[in-house]
């Protein structure tokens, strides 16, 4: 599901949750929305 916190991060990848998270502001409100930083 796209609400899961759970992703697979292969070998070598750096990617984090606040990379892959589509609810950016409930879980980071501190941080500008994506679609404001375009």
Do not use: N
């Not at 070598?12 to 941080?31: F, M, S």
Request: glycine fraction near 2%.
């Amino acid at each position: 599901m796209a609400d899961d916190e759970i992703w697979i991060r292969f070998k070598g990848e750096t990617l984090t949750h606040r990379d892959v998270c589509l609810r950016i502001d409930l879980y980071y409100p501190e941080e500008p929305i994506r679609s404001e930083l375009q």
